[in-house]
């Protein structure tokens, strides 16, 4: 595609429940990230994907996050027992050099 | 840690006059500095960036140079516009993978 797709755009779910979010990175782009953006801690970085490399997970606040990229590709971040301090824009960002190119995001909210 | 510092917004100004948004960055080493714009309602589309000292990134009329003797990356506009309204982030890329370290961001709101 032409650019990074992020789906869904929008995620309501209850407290407790898990969600996934999935990202398209552009093709050929070898590197892949999820980013939070959210009021109370800003833009940061949850987790970074290169090639068939092991993953830098350094940026994720619990164990209750996970994230996979099948065939170098899509990437599927997962949040489980979903809490409201997770209710944040989830950005997905892919490249294949220096700059980043990043999705619209899916906003989720927890209730 | 690496860390990036810009200053606190909003900033309002009328359309034409002068733009100036504060960045400063912490690091080890020498990062490659950025500015990335998120127009309201769009994702973030990066807008200019350095990668070495006394570089000078610059789109759309605005501009930023790589200050190392002042850990600086300002950015500036001589004459914004009403569609240039939008929050900017100033970010570093922070170590071997690049991940992004981002400011808090700056809402600019520009008047007719």
């Known amino acids: 595609g032409a650019g990074v797709s992020q789906s869904p755009s929008n995620k309501v779910t209850e407290k407790g429940k898990d969600v996934e979010l999935r990202c398209d990175p552009i093709?050929?782009?070898?590197?892949l990230y999820w980013y939070r953006q959210s009021l109370g801690q800003g833009l940061e970085f949850l987790i970074y994907?290169?090639?068939?490399?092991?993953?830098?997970k350094s940026g994720l606040p619990s164990d209750r996050f996970s994230a996979e990229r099948t065939g170098g590709s899509v990437s599927t971040l997962t949040i489980q027992r979903t809490q409201q301090e997770d209710s944040a824009v989830y950005l997905c960002?892919?490249?294949?050099?220096?700059?980043?190119?990043f999705g619209p995001g899916t906003r989720l909210t927890v209730l | 840690g690496n860390s990036v510092t810009q200053m606190e917004g909003p900033v309002t100004l009328s359309e034409e006059a002068f733009l100036t948004i504060n960045c400063t960055y912490t690091?080890?080493?020498?990062?490659?500095l950025f500015w990335y714009v998120q127009y309201p309602g769009e994702g973030l589309q990066l807008l200019l960036k350095?990668?070495?000292?006394?570089d000078k990134g610059s789109n759309k009329g605005f501009e930023a140079t790589y200050r190392k003797e002042t850990t600086s990356f300002h950015l500036e506009k001589g004459s914004v516009q009403v569609s240039d309204s939008a929050v900017y982030f100033c970010?570093?890329?922070?170590?071997?993978?690049?991940?992004?370290?981002f400011g808090t961001g700056t809402l600019l709101a520009v008047q007719p």
């Open positions: 970010a570093q890329d922070g170590g071997a993978t690049n991940k992004l370290i």
């Open positions: 350095a990668t070495k000292a006394d």
């Open positions: 960002a892919s490249t294949r050099g220096e700059t980043q190119y």
């Open positions: 994907f290169q090639g068939n490399s092991a993953p830098d």
């Open positions: 690091a080890t080493g020498y990062p490659s």
């Open positions: 093709s050929g782009h070898t590197a």
